[in-house]
């Protein structure tokens, strides 16, 4: 396993939001070798024609389910050979959830960037675990956090020595079964000055709206990442799949890998024209 904590040196280069857009883009759950490797290429071939930087997502792991018969993944030591696979083969960065505390530095071994998911990013022990580590810190704000509110998560891994820290939008509880966003967290959390992400694929999640299952409306990811991208913000996350019908996870919110390279072709030029402006104030 590569140990080193420089590997794919740019994402410690991610300071703030002025540079070109990066994408973290996946599948939400691994869900096998083969499957997991068509994904990686076929990304990894993309960013190489389209000139993006790439981040390859995928969780291990998907602890938050509705339902106990609700599809997890493939596990941690399956997760952790796939994930080096990828890493080696293809040559791109790796981003996972990280749950336990007690699981970050044997995650943190094979992977490049550890994400909080948005329900834990208040447990203290388990961001300082992952700050401790020195690797980029993905943090989602919770579902029901003010953006405002999310510094002093932010803060708790800067304590620990960590300046690679991102904050990522992803959605508002919104009564039951939805979810909002609301555009002004984007200016909020940007005067952070830490580099700001929007996860739009979970963005547009229904939760629960299955009944055991969460559902989703993908076609209203274009849309929203738009608004997004053109708030001048560091990257945008999404999850995506070659079948989302059949997609273990977050099926019904997933971009079908068919209609990615015209979406990421858009936000590219939009995110172009964006940071060779100054976006007016009203102070």
């Known amino acids: 396993m590569n140990k080193s904590n ?26 096998g070798e ?38 997890r993944g493939v596990g941690l030591e399956a997760s952790l050979a796939i994930f080096e696979k ?8 790796i981003l996972t959830d990280v749950h336990e505390a007690s699981q970050v530095w044997q995650i943190a071994e094979v992977v490049d960037v550890l994400q909080i998911p948005a329900m834990l990013c208040r447990q203290t022990d388990l961001v300082v675990a992952a700050a401790q580590t020195g690797k980029p810190v993905h943090l989602k704000k919770g579902q029901f956090l003010a953006p ?8 708790k891994a800067v304590a ?37 992400v929007f996860d739009v694929t979970h963005s547009v999640q229904r939760p629960g709206a299955m009944g055991t299952s969460t559902g989703g409306d993908r076609h209203f990811v274009p849309p929203l990442a738009v608004s997004a991208v053109a708030q001048g913000i ?37 995110d172009a024209w964006t940071k060779a402006r100054t976006i007016p104030t009203c102070p």
């Not at 420089?6 to 691994?30: P, T």
């Not at 499957?35 to 024609?49: D, G, P």
């Not at 990828?86 to 040559?91: G, K, V, W």
């Not at 999310?150 to 803060?155: E, F």
């Open 6 to 31: 420089k590997a794919f040196s740019w994402i410690y280069d991610v300071k703030g939001n002025e540079g070109s857009l990066f994408f973290i883009l996946g599948m939400c759950a691994l869900e």
């Open 34 to 71: 083969d499957i997991a490797m068509r994904h990686a290429e076929f990304l990894k071939n993309l960013s190489v024609k389209m000139g993006f930087k790439f981040i390859f997502k995928a969780a291990f792991d998907k602890a938050n389910r509705l339902s106990v018969t609700g599809g």
């Open 86 to 93: 990828i890493r080696r083969e293809c040559d791109v960065p």
């Open 148 to 155: 405002s509110n999310m510094p002093s998560i932010a803060n």
């Open 160 to 196: 620990e020595g960590n300046n690679h820290i991102w904050l990522c939008e992803r959605g508002t509880t919104f009564g039951y079964h939805d979810l909002v966003v609301d555009f002004r967290s984007f200016a909020t959390m940007k005067t952070t000055g830490f580099p700001v």
């Open 234 to 270: 560091a990257g945008i996350f999404m999850e995506v799949h070659e079948h989302p019908e059949k997609a273990v996870s977050d099926g019904p919110n997933s971009v079908r890998l068919s209609d990615l390279e015209a979406l990421i072709g858009y936000l590219q030029d939009l």
